[in-house]
């Protein structure tokens, strides 16, 4: 299974070289090339799964570090940049690694490899599985914990980790994991994906408004415009009237 990819730079020659190093190599697939963050936008919107990014980190309109502040769950993110200085920030939005330009191959592709690792550990470590008693084992704080599926009232996204909220329990687990893997992984299970950042349990549900829904315990969520058609037919299906 390839790394679905997106190239992003407002230098021509620069993207091309990125573009064409994530070609050459083998587990990497390239999406599409993108001059600014507006078309990386629309490049996402276009394409349901992204894996990774590769981008420059100073580009006019709206900088790499910015982009990437604004996607939800943002995929395994590479910074690309002329100037060193830029390195600690990058670390801040938990970028997978960091090269300063120019660099040539071996550069990128040590970079990519731990894009691999850590690409491989989420899709294989922090989740091992649902078993046929409905539970899941996530790793966290160095160790891997078992939880009942029922006992999740509902999972937020917080960049490239999430928050699984328990009915009985006050703090959340936190898990570095994608949310399209643990919505595939729920929505077999009485589970729906409201928002861009919340999953919830329908068996939690206590009231639904127009833009809102409200979970056991008080707890309020909103519905994203994208999600609400899905969620409204879920509603219809289980309304009962004369």
Known sequence: MKIRCLAIDDEPLALQQLAAYIERTPFLQLVASCHSALEAVEAMAQNETIDAIFIDINMPDMS?????????????????????????DSYKVSAVDYLLKPFGYDEFNRAALKVQERYMSQRTAQVSGVDTDDSLFLKTD???VRVNVGDISHVE???????????????????????KR?????????????????IINLKKIAEVSKSR???????????????????????????LSK
């Open 64 to 88: 790499g570090l910015d982009f990437v502040k604004s996607i939800p769950s943002p995929p395994l993110i590479v910074f690309t940049t002329a100037y060193e200085e830029y390195a600690i």
């Open 142 to 144: 160095y160790k891997i």
């Open 157 to 179: 996204a917080m960049s490239e980790y999430l928050r699984i909220y328990l009915s009985d329990e006050r703090k959340p687990i936190i898990v570095l994991l994608s949310m």
């Open 182 to 198: 643990m919505e595939e992984r729920l929505s077999k299970v009485g589970f729906m994906r409201v928002h861009r950042s919340y």
């Open 213 to 239: 829904i409200l979970l056991d315990g008080n707890i309020d969520i909103p519905i994203g415009d994208s999600y609400r058609e899905d969620f409204n037919n879920y509603i219809n299906s289980k309304f």
